[in-house]
């Protein structure tokens, strides 16, 4: 890993950003997010993909001002950092189906890494079996990575190219911000805006933004990388990121704590199912995903807010299949898996484990 210098360059910067990132996720519950879902880039960005229309589930249908925040505040520290660089090229279109097979995953579970941590702190017992599954997938691409896997060089790009999905985020941004809602539907122009169920449930406008740009520089500025993490200890048997991971779980548990938010048990737990096989099977998938794009999904909007065309191109593969999941019966729901779970598991697992053969050079 790029050795870091200045701000957040050592083990207590690392401890810092995971614990404000951490608690920034329990007060934005506090303040009106889900329930265990202070902050979920695959729960969220599902949640667009309804805002845009791009399905019609409508518990699940609100622009996330936190997802934009998140590629502004990176893009903000990146510049005045000297850190962002324009490139692209290294398997886009890969890098696509590997962001869809991703949150194939995360929906059959019902959470990114950081709602397994999230959940985890919450007392979801049920986020163990992701956990579990998180941890074998990162595992695999571990393996894979030790066998000599690795996707084409990226190459340098204009400056506009890098500041695509950025200045998209800034465009949807300015639509949550400027849209009147409407006061029979409370849709918001010609977004679409859930009147009950998770995509209701909601912290004010001020306050979603202000703790997305404080992650996003935090994020940006540390590398903070559940799955980045866990593939370095597994790789190079390095601690640094590890540590920022488990200050996130420890500030999110305090503060469950100290607000009466945790609540321990495996039965009613907010937007989560019981389905034990499922819960692993979803973050085996999604972990495998991860691990050989080379980050989480808050780490490719991250990347994406540096210049980088193909974290952008991830992340579009998310948001893809976050609305074909409620659109083609993927997606779980409290009630438990989706009719076509068990379809998407094996397709999405067989491709990324294809992927991984595929792309092995020596060792």
């Not at 791009?54 to 518990?59: D, I, K, S």
């Not at 397994?116 to 695999?140: C, E």
């Not at 920022?244 to 305090?254: E, K, T």
């Not at 974290?311 to 659109?327: D, E, K, P, Y």
Request: proline share 5%; aromatic share 8%.
């Amino acid at each position: 890993m790029e050795a870091r210098k200045g701000l957040f360059a050592g083990k207590g910067e690392i401890l810092l950003a995971g614990a404000v990132i951490g608690l920034c996720a329990v007060l934005l519950q506090y303040a009106g997010n889900p329930a265990n879902m202070g902050v979920c880039v695959a729960c969220f960005l599902r949640d667009m993909a309804g805002a845009l229309g791009l399905h019609r589930a409508a518990p699940v249908q609100y622009l996330r001002p936190e997802i934009p925040a998140f590629v502004l505040g990176s893009l903000a520290a990146a510049l005045l950092g000297g850190e962002f660089r324009s490139r692209a090229g290294s398997a886009p279109v890969l890098r696509f189906f590997l962001g869809m097979s991703a949150m194939a995953g995360a929906l059959v579970f019902l959470g990114c890494p950081w709602r397994v941590l999230l959940r985890l702190a919450g007392g979801d017992g049920n986020a163990l079996f992701g956990l579990a599954g998180l941890l074998s997938g990162i595992y695999l691409g571990h393996r894979f990575a030790k066998s000599g896997f690795a996707l084409p060089a990226s190459q340098a790009q204009s400056t506009f190219s890098g500041l695509m999905l950025p200045l998209v985020a800034a465009g949807l941004l300015a639509a949550r911000l400027f849209l009147s809602p409407d006061p029979a539907t409370g849709s918001l122009g010609w977004l679409w805006s859930s009147v009950k169920g998770p995509g209701a449930a909601h912290a004010p406008l001020l306050a979603s933004l202000g703790g997305g740009l404080l992650i996003g520089v935090l994020a940006q500025r540390s590398r903070f990388c559940t799955v980045g993490s866990l593939r370095e200890l597994f790789t190079r048997r390095q601690m640094h990121l590890i540590y920022g991971v488990a200050m996130f779980l420890l500030a999110a548990l305090v503060g469950n704590l100290v607000l009466g938010q945790f609540h321990p048990g495996f039965e009613g737990q907010p937007v989560a199912h019981t389905a034990s096989l499922w819960n692993y099977l979803g973050m085996l998938v999604a972990g495998l995903a991860f691990s050989l794009a080379g980050g989480c999904p808050g780490r490719q909007l991250i990347l994406a807010g540096e210049g980088s065309g193909d974290a952008a191109s991830f992340v579009l593969g998310m948001l893809t299949a976050g609305a074909l999941a409620h659109n083609m019966g993927w997606a779980s729901s409290p009630a438990g898996p989706g009719p076509n779970a068990l379809a998407v598991v094996v397709v999405s697992l067989g491709f990324c484990l294809a992927v991984g053969f595929w792309h092995r050079k020596a060792a």
